[in-house]
Structures are given as C-alpha cells and as structure tokens.
C-alpha cells in the first residue's frame, strides 16, 4: 500500500469515517474537509500521523500535508468517500443528528468576525485559480527573461510561450466571476458573464456620465461585487418566477438587471475603491520604505498560519492590472525565507531525530516558496522559532523595500519567484533571500531554539 493511500485512511479513520465527509476540497498543500458532525474529528490523534504537518480547525478542517502528496491523498479519499474533490454529499440522506451538527457549524462560522469571513470567502473565490496563476506567472515570467536576454520574442517557439503565459491572465476576470457566483450558491455561468461585462473591449465605445468607460474599471474588485450582485438577484428573482419559465427568464432579467448595473454603478464605485487600495500601498511602500516593508513581510507568517493570505492575491492582481507589477509580493516572500532560515537553525542545533526527518523532508519546497510544511511541521509547533522565523521575514522585507523590488506577475514566492522580478532585478532579489535566510538563522540559533523544546515533535 503506497505511503500516500495510508496517509488518507489515517485521516479518515480520525474525522469519524468516510461516512462523515461533507465536502472535500484540496489547496497546493491543505486537504480541506467540511464535516457532517466536526465534533467526531479527533485533532490530537491527526497530529500524531506520521505525514501530517499540521491541522487547522477552523469553518472547514484543513489538513496539511505538503505539495504533491496532498493531490495523492486528496485522490485517495476521494475514491474511498465516493465523493468528488469539490462536490457535495446529499443533505437529503443526512440524520437528524448530521443536520444538528450541520447547523451548529453554521452558527459557529456566523460568529466570526464579518473581515475574517470576508477573507475566507476572498480566499475560497481564488485558491482554485492558484495552480494555473502559477504555472502561467512562472512562463511568463521565463519568456520575458529570455527576451530580455535577447531572444527574438517573433521566434514561433516564444510566441507559443508568451501565449500560454498570458491566457489565464487575459480570461482572469471570467474565471473570478465564475468562482464567485459558485462561491454565493449561484449560477456559475453568470457570475462568469459579469467579469466579462466588466472587461469587455466594446465598453470602450460607450459613454456614462459624459465619459467613455474605461475597460476594465474597478478590477477584481468590481468583478467579484457584480458576480455577488449576480446571485443576489438571480435568487430573489427565482423566488417568484414560475417554474416552467424559469429557465428563460431567470437569467434574462438577471443579467440585464446586474449588468446596467454595473455599468452605471458598480464601475465607478469599485474603480474609486481600486484606485484607493493602489495609491495607499504605493504610498505606504514610497514613504514608509523599510518600516513598511519589515511590518509587511514580519506580520506575514501569521496570516498563512490562519490561512486568510489568500485574501491578498486579489490586490496583487489588481498592482499588475493598474501598475503593471507588484512590490508587494516579493516583500511578503521574504517570510518564507525567514522561516527557512529558522528551520535551518533547528536543524543544525537539535538531536531530535523525527524533527531533523521533518526538516529535510520540508527544507525543498521551503526554497521554493512552499512554506506551509515548515510552518505547521516545524517553527509554529515549536512557538518561539515561529516569532524568529518572522523577524528574519522583517529584515528581508526592509531590504526589499528599500531596493524597491517588484514582480511582473503572481507565482510561488522563494527562489521559485526570481524569473518573475521586474527591471532585471534578480541578484537583489535573491540578495534579499539571502538576508531573510540568514536572519532567520541567527534570531533563531542565539534565541529561538533550545533541545527541551524537541521533546513534544
């Protein structure tokens, strides 16, 4: 039996069986589950699984597991729930005491705070789209360097290249819009047409309020707020409408309710808002130079430790819509660097042996950008390295920063982000790497770690 089939039935003999299962879902390293009764998840006992690296039970219990493996297991579970990765079970075939449980849940996650659920949601509309930002940043990213080296970009073989690098950025806002409707319980198809709405090229030729609408205007932002407004409507009118018209009129009054709307509202109310968001971090960036970037890449580890920093690719999104580039992403990933270097630290001083297997087996993707393994396997279990790891994150922050080092698109953060940097600036790019590495290093090696700490790995 592969290691990664044990792994699964691990997880699902310590969530209360298969049968417990409500929704499985799965990120670059967490497999996402949502429970029928979360009471039934025994916590400690997931922890203890050999291959697991940390838990998060919080609206839904995050397992973490590291990248690759968490596509294995999430497979396996898949086949052994008979669930499909995304799909739901039947709420018709739940108990009475499932149900209970179900309720509970949501009155659990209602008294959160509204940012924290907004967050969540943020992060729910876009964590599907992360492989493909991914993969299309990091080509995108290398054809522009080879033609920065000199490669001729008319070349057949680039152009391919720069094609495939940018398709998933040319169709971004329908894919937002697609996953907001689905996100809201609407029809995906329609929060799909109101991205497109927004970034259609005929919008060029209208004219609102005495100007020519600007393509594009309000960006992301507005896109997710017209998909929201999308299912708002498309629900309020399904309240009335008679079944065996439904099908046609549901939709037809719904997009053109929401898409005047947006043209005359949502536009200008979410353009001012992005342009609001920009102007203030680049301000922030200009005049708050290292003190910025320190609390930016310092207070940064403890928003993926709760999972909310997905809530930022939105606005990295927006920078390269508005600005071309984001200063903001290779601030952030000196995180993981610091943390890198911390685990390196521990590394080099424990005796521990489970600790030193966990460390080699996360250090790689560490590099890479992938911090989530080092994280809940190795500085957050072990506290004070998770507060060194973030003051090295600090100091490399404050370099970037200072440097004003910004990238051409979005993609995995550590060494993985380098063919992404703009203005050919990739030695001062890694030159902060280093920097975050060794601060973490030294922070955690003088005063973050002692062996007595081991003893609960």
């Not at 699984?49 to 898949?78: F, H, K, W």
């Not at 969540?120 to 992360?130: S, Y």
């Not at 506290?383 to 990238?407: E, I, Y």
Request: charged share 15%.
């Amino acid at each position: 039996m592969k290691k990664e089939e044990v792994l699964a039935r691990d997880i699902l003999a310590h969530v209360g069986g298969k049968e417990n299962i409500r929704q499985l879902v799965h990120c670059m390293t967490r497999v996402r589950l949502t429970l029928k009764d979360g009471t039934k998840a025994d916590i400690d006992a997931l922890k203890k699984i050999d291959g697991v690296m940390g838990v998060i039970d919080d609206e839904t219990l995050q397992i973490v597991v590291g990248p690759g493996t968490v596509n294995r297991v999430a497979d396996y579970m898949s086949h052994e729930t008979g669930l499909a990765i995304g799909e739901e079970s039947v709420d018709a075939n739940l108990t009475l005491e499932e149900r209970a449980a179900i309720e509970r849940q949501k009155v659990k996650e209602k008294q959160k705070s509204p940012f924290k659920r907004f967050l969540r949601r943020l992060g729910n509309i876009f964590i599907p789209l992360i492989p493909g930002l991914v993969a299309s940043g990091i080509i995108n990213g290398a054809a522009n360097f080879a033609v920065n080296a000199g490669v001729d970009r008319t070349e057949t073989w680039m152009q391919i290249l720069l094609v495939l690098g940018s398709t998933v950025f040319a169709y971004l806002a329908i894919l937002v819009g697609w996953n907001t409707a689905k996100e809201f319980g609407g029809t995906p198809v329609l929060g799909a047409i109101a991205g497109g709405i927004l970034f259609n090229p005929l919008l060029a030729d209208i004219v609102i309020y005495g100007e020519p609408l600007v393509v594009g205007r309000g960006g992301l932002f507005g896109v997710i707020f017209a998909g929201w407004l999308m299912t708002y409507i498309e629900k309020h009118i399904r309240r009335f409408m008679p079944v065996s018209i439904d099908i046609i009129f549901t939709p037809l009054f719904t997009v053109l309710i929401v898409g005047f709307t947006a043209l005359y509202a949502i536009m200008p109310v979410a353009g001012v808002l992005s342009d609001g968001i920009m102007k203030g971090i680049n301000a922030t960036l200009e005049f708050g130079g290292p003190v910025a970037g320190a609390l930016l890449a310092g207070f940064f580890l403890p928003l993926v430790m709760v999972g909310l920093h997905h809530g930022l690719t939105p606005i990295h999104l927006e920078l390269l819509n508005t600005v071309g580039t984001t200063a903001l992403l290779p601030i952030l990933a000196m995180a993981g660097a610091g943390q890198v270097g911390a685990a390196l630290a521990i590394f080099v001083k424990t005796r521990n042996p489970r600790l030193r297997n966990i460390i080699k087996g996360a250090i790689p993707v560490g590099f890479l950008g992938i911090g989530e393994p080092l994280l809940y396997g190795v500085t957050l279990p072990l506290g004070r390295p998770f507060l060194t790891a973030c003051l090295g994150a600090a100091v490399g922050g404050a370099f970037q920063a200072t440097m004003k080092t910004a990238a051409l698109g979005v993609g995995v953060s550590g060494l993985s982000l380098t063919p992404l940097i703009d203005n050919g600036m990739y030695l001062t790019y890694i030159a902060g790497l280093l920097i975050s590495y060794t601060a973490g290093f030294l922070f955690t090696y003088f005063f973050g770690f002692k062996e007595e700490m081991a003893d609960g790995i």
